[in-house]
């Protein structure tokens, strides 16, 4: 059997549970009793690092610190991995990534392959690389990541992976053109193979909560990070230095940063919503058009509900969660499960610290993990392809989003069908007809 046909067959089998681990080479899942009856599912193990191999040669496209961060994730994940080339729009983004690199990780960029400005993600691509990290601003991701796949390149893609449908779509559609092409992908969405999560979620999957009624989700923190505009600058520029305030270019918080708490419900249930009803609003926040928070009521397509909050407000209550409710018991998702008197029932065993007492996380980072896991699946050859799961979180978020903005309800079928496209008509520095003016509620167009 070749390599496609290898990684082919077993789309399937990987359907329930692809995006927490490259599942053929690092656990059995559920499986099939020999007396015919379904087997209690079986979390997969996570390797601590990937197996030796053939060098795989990686490329980053976008070197700000999330960028930077998973080319060193990516250098973690075992022996044989090189970064090899580095691109971003600003020189200046770029000479930071190469010297952290060449500090904390004793990596050495040449100069002939690093990279600048808008077409910087194509030179990193063509590159001599086998494996691509896409960490650029959420509104480039889809179009990088179609180009990374005509490549015939492995590749992380940071999430969110896109700001619009029209995005969405394509990222869909590449993920599955990867899929055709043997090609492998994993997404940020590190809950999804983070240790305890996934110990969790085998609880759950297990009946340890019964059948799953309900869920509440939270991203409440203080305020990000913002840039203010210096003289010389274009308008193309401010907003690209201060691209998380920016809804073309993050989608605003809700696509950005809660996206990992509504993969976490998706995944628990094994479905997308089907429609949402939300609201929000702007208060504090200094530049850009984006909200300052998000309420919104999802419904799945049997008339369960996710509760989903996010916001960015400094001097207000935190909560970064999920809460998933069953008829007996509930559990955070994430190391716990309840009863409904209040018992925990099950706990996650952290592993024991240097003073031998149970620690707080994980053995491994979970960011360290997506690359481990990864790296594993390519150097085994068993099929990992994320792609689908971290779009559907993404259009689920922005669902969401829609709705907040416009007060109407909105459906996974109009956000399917819908020609949406945020951002300028071509990319180039200089100015550009956005204004920072947040959404009103009953008067935006559908």
């Not at 077993?10 to 020999?34: E, H, Q, T």
């Amino acid at each position: 059997m070749d390599h496609k046909s290898k990684a082919l067959s077993r789309r399937k089998f990987l359907g329930d549970a692809a995006a927490i681990g490259a599942i053929g080479a690092l656990g059995v899942g559920a499986v099939i009793s020999s007396c015919g009856r379904r087997a209690e599912y079986t979390a997969p193990v996570f390797p601590d690092q990937a197996p030796d191999g053939r060098v795989l040669r990686a490329g980053v496209v976008g070197c700000g610190g999330r960028g930077t961060g998973a080319a060193i994730n990516f250098l973690n994940a075992g022996p044989n991995l090189e970064i090899v080339a580095l691109g971003d729009v600003f020189q200046h983004r770029l000479d930071r990534c190469r010297n952290e690199l060449r500090e904390k990780m004793n990596v050495e960029v040449p100069d002939a392959n690093c990279f600048t400005g808008f077409d910087a993600y194509r030179h990193v691509i063509d590159s001599d690389i086998d494996y691509v990290i896409l960490c650029e601003p959420p509104y480039f991701r889809p179009g990088s990541f179609e180009y990374a796949v005509q490549a015939r390149k492995h590749i992380f893609a940071e999430k969110p992976v896109g700001v619009d449908p029209v995005g969405i779509r394509n990222f869909m559609a590449a993920g599955k053109m990867a899929e055709s092409a043997g090609l492998y992908v994993a997404a940020g969405t590190q809950r999804r193979h983070q240790r305890d999560y996934v110990k969790t979620f085998e609880q759950v999957k297990n009946g340890a909560i019964g059948d799953l009624v309900s869920a509440n989700c939270y991203w409440n923190q203080s305020k990000l990070w913002h840039v203010n505009r210096q003289a010389g600058w274009s308008d193309m520029e401010a907003m690209l230095r201060d691209w998380v305030n920016w809804t073309w270019l993050s989608g605003d918080h809700i696509v950005e940063q809660h996206v990992h708490n509504i993969d976490v419900v998706n995944w628990y249930f094994e479905k997308h919503p089907a429609r949402a009803v939300g609201f929000g609003g702007r208060h504090r926040r200094p530049t850009g058009d984006q909200y300052d928070f998000f309420s919104v009521d999802f419904v799945f397509d049997d008339n369960r509900h996710m509760h989903s909050m996010c916001r960015q407000i400094d001097g207000c209550a935190n909560n970064v969660s999920e809460l998933i409710f069953g008829t007996e018991g509930y559990t955070n998702g994430q190391n716990r499960i309840w009863d409904y008197n209040g018992n925990v029932t099950w706990e996650y065993e952290y592993p024991a610290g240097p003073d031998g007492q149970p620690g707080r996380s994980v053995a491994v980072s979970p960011y360290d993990q997506t690359h481990i896991n990864l790296v594993t699946a390519i150097r085994t050859g068993n099929y990992l392809n994320e792609a689908q799961n971290v779009a559907e979180a993404c259009l689920t978020a922005m669902m969401g989003r829609e709705s907040a903005y416009t007060g109407r309800e909105v459906t996974w079928e109009e956000m399917m069908e819908s020609s949406q496209r945020r951002g300028p008509a071509s990319l180039e520095m200089g100015s550009v007809d956005i204004a920072a003016v947040p959404p009103t509620p009953g008067t935006a167009p559908a």
